[in-house]
């Protein structure tokens, strides 16, 4: 599924990266969906949980050339936490704009998909 609506949200984000065809986990216990790809590893992905307080996890040191594309974006995350007593992994993110942070992703409404919305 991708944005029916319009507003972007969580749910809506996930499905339409689904949907474009990026990298999926959806073990019992933990479900998410690469942010792009090619990925040989897992350096930016967003969690389905909805109730996840930071559902977006980047690792820095292996997408550079990514992050370099999305950093203009962090006025949309807020910076929560780092793994706990280990090296470092991942830089967890919350999502305070889920609309911008579609557009940063690329992500085209189901309109858009069709090609059926308008173009400026």
């Given at each position: 599924?991708?944005?029916?609506?319009?507003?972007?949200?969580?749910e809506?984000?996930?499905?339409?990266?689904?949907?474009?065809?990026?990298?999926?986990?959806?073990?019992?216990?933990?479900?998410?969906?690469?942010?792009?790809?090619?990925?040989?590893?897992?350096?930016?992905i967003?969690?389905?949980?909805?109730?996840?307080?930071?559902?977006?996890?980047?690792?820095?040191?292996?997408?550079?050339?990514?992050?370099?594309?999305?950093?203009?974006?962090?006025?949309?995350?807020?910076?929560?936490?780092?793994?706990?007593?280990?090296?470092?992994?991942?830089?967890?993110?919350?999502?305070?704009?889920?609309?911008?942070?579609?557009?940063?992703?690329?992500?085209?409404?189901?309109?858009?998909?069709?090609?059926?919305?308008?173009?400026?």
């Amino acid at each position: 599924m991708t944005n029916l609506s319009g507003s972007w949200n969580q749910e809506k984000v996930y499905s339409a990266l689904v949907d474009r065809g990026e990298r999926t986990k959806k073990s019992p216990l933990q479900r998410y969906v690469q942010l792009y790809h090619p990925q040989s590893q897992n350096t930016a992905i967003l969690y389905r949980d909805i109730g996840m307080e930071a559902p977006v996890h980047i690792n820095h040191r292996r997408c550079d050339d990514y992050w370099e594309k999305i950093k203009r974006c962090l006025p949309f995350f807020t910076w929560v936490s780092r793994d706990r007593g280990k090296q470092t992994v991942f830089d967890k993110y919350s999502v305070d704009d889920w609309d911008a942070f579609a557009k940063a992703l690329n992500l085209k409404s189901v309109k858009q998909r069709n090609g059926s919305a308008k173009t400026s």
